[in-house]
Structure formats: C-alpha cells, structure tokens
C-alpha cells in the first residue's frame, strides 16, 4: 500500500490486504462479477486496450481534455471513482501528469486488482482501493478533485449519498470532475410519463447537473455538451424501452467541471 494513501484513510476503516502490492478491499470480499465475465475480460484484453482506448479519446475530445486538466491543476490526490475496467480518466490523467497521486477505485476489488496488475511499478504513486462510493473510506477534505469517466452515475445506491460523500472528502476549492452519458432534452422532453417513473431511480440520466450537485454545496463551474448520438434498441435497454413507445433514444456525454465551497 501507498505510504500516503495510509494517511488519508479514515482511522475507523477497516479493509482486508489479500493483495502482496497493498490493494485495499472495503467491500468485505464482495464479489460482483462472475467467471465467466473475468474471464472474457482477461481473454479479449480489457484493461490494457481501454488504457489506450481512453488516452486516444481524450486526445481527440477537447473538452475531457479540458476536465482531465482541471483535474491536474489541483495538484491532487486524485480519487478516480468507480473506474471499472474502462479505467475512468486514469490514463489520461497519467499521461498528462505521471506524478500525480491518484486513488483508482471500483466496487469490484478483482477489477482495481486488474488495474494494479496492469500498471504494476511504472506510476508509484497511484493507489488501489476497493469501497463503496457512497461509503468512501477517507477522511474530510483530503482530495484535490474527485474524477469520473462515466463511473458514478453507475454506483450503486443512492445518488444523493454518492455526492456527498464526493463532497466530503474534496478539500474546500477541490474540484469535482465527470464526463458522463445522460439523455439529450430533446429525448427527455419526448418521454412518456411510464419511462420518466421507471427511470427516475437514475437522477443523473436526465442531466439537471446544476441541481443535483448544489445541494452538496458544488458550484457549477463549467458544463459542456461533448458528444451527442442516437442508440438502436439493440445496443441499450433504456433504448429498447423507449422504442416501445416510439420514442428514439438520443444520449450526450457531457463534460463537467464543478467545485467544493464551504457553507
């Protein structure tokens, strides 16, 4: 484990360290993908093609280049949360900074083991830890920025309990950062009145950044529609579900950089 991850954790977190490299388990074990899946991941590669996957793509997209920035120039930590095995902005952000510190987590302690594996000595100061984000186990204001490539409109749980705990550990002018999919409004305005009940459980799906995030006390700072495309209901439940109705699907990723303020 990082010397410096250890004094960000909270005295009361108790994780298990099966892992010879350090990696943190907050999960208790708890094990969310199969064999199966683990398996095809390792087969076809996974981690190593998004991690040059994810670096062409924030290349050739300015505006989560402009967020992977902002990110650096808190100086860090950084936590990349619920990275899966699309990494989040960790490649990125490395190959923008090499000496940043970054925390890469998911739920699934064998996908953040992956990770590990995969970067294994060549960026010593990035850390691993398994946890829930809507139960992180660091302490009060010891991040520079909270990162998100898609990863936190997917925890588990209550979104509500997902920001603050971003919020929480963001040190006052930290900087939370998302390059996120949500549904253009022009698909949210075509939605009938069955699909909004059933998909309201997902907040972020709809997009009302601005709101969402003011009340954990982070203020807007920039908010840009990056990539916007319409998907067959072939490809996506949501979009199989709203062909249903006749209603064709139009997602954006949007890139947004928002920050801490002290009440």
Request: include cysteine; glycine fraction near 8%; proline fraction near 5%.
């Amino acid at each position: 484990m990082q010397p410096w991850l250890n004094d960000l954790l909270v005295p009361t977190a108790q994780a298990l360290c099966p892992n010879a490299q350090g990696v943190l388990d907050f999960t208790g074990g708890e094990q969310l993908w199969s064999s199966i899946d683990l398996r095809m991941l390792d087969d076809e590669d996974w981690i190593a093609r998004n991690w040059q996957l994810e670096r062409e793509h924030a290349l050739h997209q300015p505006a989560r280049q402009r967020i992977c920035e902002a990110a650096i120039s808190t100086g860090g930590p950084i936590l990349e949360i619920a990275a899966g095995p699309g990494g989040g902005n960790l490649s990125p952000l490395l190959h923008l900074e090499p000496e940043i510190k970054i925390i890469v987590n998911d739920l699934e302690f064998r996908i953040v083991e992956r990770w590990q594996h995969f970067l294994g000595d060549r960026y010593s100061n990035v850390a691993f830890a398994a946890f829930d984000a809507s139960m992180i186990p660091l302490k009060d204001n010891s991040m520079g920025c909270v990162s998100s490539r898609g990863g936190i409109s997917n925890c588990r749980g209550d979104s509500n309990a997902v920001l603050s705990e971003c919020a929480r550990v963001l040190r006052p002018g930290g900087l939370l950062v998302l390059y996120e999919m949500c549904l253009s409004p022009r698909t949210v305005a075509s939605l009938p009145q069955v699909l909004r009940e059933a998909w309201v459980v997902s907040p972020w799906v709809y997009g009302d950044w601005g709101d969402l995030l003011t009340r954990h006390s982070l203020a807007l700072l920039s908010e840009d529609v990056a990539e916007r495309t319409t998907v067959s209901p072939e490809e996506s439940a949501l979009a199989y579900d709203a062909a249903q109705f006749g209603v064709v699907l139009e997602i954006e990723f949007r890139a947004v950089i928002a920050v801490w303020q002290t009440v």
